[in-house]
C-alpha cells in the first residue's frame, strides 16, 4: 500500500496540555508524493518483524510500524506472524509526517484483513500511536484540532495546486520543535480563519493563500537554522507564491502559480543546493 506525505498549510499552536502535548490548530494536506510503500507478509516468523531501506530508522519496538500492529493485535486478541516491509520516499524526522502515516497504513491493512474494528476503534488505536497517526487513517484535506486528533474534513473541489519540497537533509525532532516555542506565539485562531483558508484553497487564490499561511513552529526552526530563513527568501524571491516550513519542520514547502514555474524553481535549487533533497509535489484532492 502507498501510503502519503503530508504539509501542514496552517499550524498554530493553542495551548499546552498537561501530559506535555499541545493543543493546535493546524491545516494537513496530504501529498501523493513523496509516499511510503508498506507491505505485510501475513505468513512470517512469529510475532511481528519489520524490514526498513532506510538505516536510521529503528526496525525493533521503536518502529511505529511495529507498534501500530502490536496495539492492533493486542486489542484483538490475534496472535501475529506478520512481517512488515517499509519502503522509506518520505524524508525522516522532517515534518512531513511519515512515520504516523507508515502506522495508519498498518492499521488499515490490518484491518482490510481481519475487519475487526470500526472507524472509532482505529481511531483510537492510531492516536494511541501518535497524534498525526489518526489523519493518515483517511489522508484527504482535514482541519485538525485538539492534539491533531479532532478532524474535521471541509468540502474542497480543489484544482490542482503545484508545490516543491526542500528537506535539508538534517532531521528536527518534533519533541524540540515544541520544547522551543516561544509561549508568546501560543494563542487563539481568528473565529473565520479555517472559512477563509478554504476559500483561498477553493478558487486557488495563491496571493490570499500566502497570507494565510503559517507555522507557529518555524520560529524556533529558523533560529537554530539560519539556512531554513534564506532558502525561504530565496523561494520567494524566484517566484514562488508562498513558502513555509511544514509540522516541526525541518522541511521547507512551497507554493507556485504554474508547473512550469514550479519546475523551472526545482531546477534551479537543485543546482545552487545538491546535497539537498528537492522533491516535486502537488496539492490535489482527489
Ligand atoms: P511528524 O511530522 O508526524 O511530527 P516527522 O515527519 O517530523 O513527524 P518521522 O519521519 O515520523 O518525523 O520520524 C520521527 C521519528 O520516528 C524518527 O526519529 C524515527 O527514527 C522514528 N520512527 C519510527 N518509526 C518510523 C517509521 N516507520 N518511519 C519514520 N520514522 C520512524
Redesign the pocket.
Known amino acids: 500500500m502507498k501510503t502519503p506525505s503530508k504539509i501542514n498549510l496552517f499550524l498554530k499552536v493553542t495551548g499546552r496540555c498537561e501530559n506535555s502535548y499541545h493543543s493546535i490548530n493546524t491545516l494537513f494536506m496530504p501529498l501523493a508524493n513523496p509516499a511510503d510503500e508498506i507491505n505485510i507478509d501475513f505468513e512470517g516468523a512469529a510475532g511481528i518483524s519489520i524490514i ?1 531501506d532506510t538505516p ?3 526496525c525493533g519496538e ?4 511495529h507498534k501500530a500492529a502490536g496495539k492492533y493485535a493486542e486489542s484483538r486478541g490475534i496472535t501475529p506472524n506478520w512481517e512488515i516491509t ?1 519502503v ?1 520516499n ?1 524524508p ?9 502515516s ?2 495508519a497504513a498498518v492499521l488499515r491493512i490490518l484491518n482490510e484483513r481481519y475487519n475487526k474494528l470500526d472507524e472509532n476503534e482505529l481511531a483510537a488505536i492510531a492516536l494511541r500511536c ?1 497524534a ?1 497517526v489518526p489523519f493518515f487513517l483517511s489522508p484527504r484535506p482535514a482541519f485538525a484540532r485538539g492534539i491533531g486528533n479532532v478532524l474535521k474534513y471541509p468540502e474542497l473541489n480543489l484544482p490542482e495546486i503545484p508545490l516543491l519540497l526542500i528537506n535539508p537533509g538534517f ?4 519533541a524540540w520543535a515544541y520544547k522551543n516555542l516561544s509561549p508568546d506565539n501560543i494563542g487563539e485562531v481568528p473565529a473565520d480563519y479555517e472559512q477563509k483558508l478554504s476559500d483561498a484553497l477553493q478558487k486557488a487564490d495563491l496571493k490570499k493563500l500566502s497570507r494565510l499561511i503559517h507555522n507557529d513552529l518555524a520560529t524556533a526552526c529558523y533560529e537554530k537554522f539560519p539556512i531554513l530563513r534564506i532558502l525561504k527568501t530565496e523561494l520567494l524571491a524566484s517566484g514562488a507564491a508562498a513558502a513555509e516550513i511544514t ?2 519542520g525541518p522541511t521547507l514547502f512551497a507554493l507556485c502559480g504554474s508547473f512550469e514555474k514550479r519546475d523551472e524553481i526545482t531546477s534551479s535549487f537543485k543546482r545552487n543546493y545538491p546535497q539537498m533533497n528537492i522533491i516535486k509535489s502537488s496539492i490535489r484532492c482527489n
Open positions: 526498513c536510521e530508522i529503528p521503536h518502529n511505529l510500524c517499509i522509506k518520505i525522516v524526522a522532517a515534518g512531513m509526517g511519515g512515520g504516523s507508515d502506522a501518535g498525526d532531521p528536527v525532532s518534533a509540522g516541526s
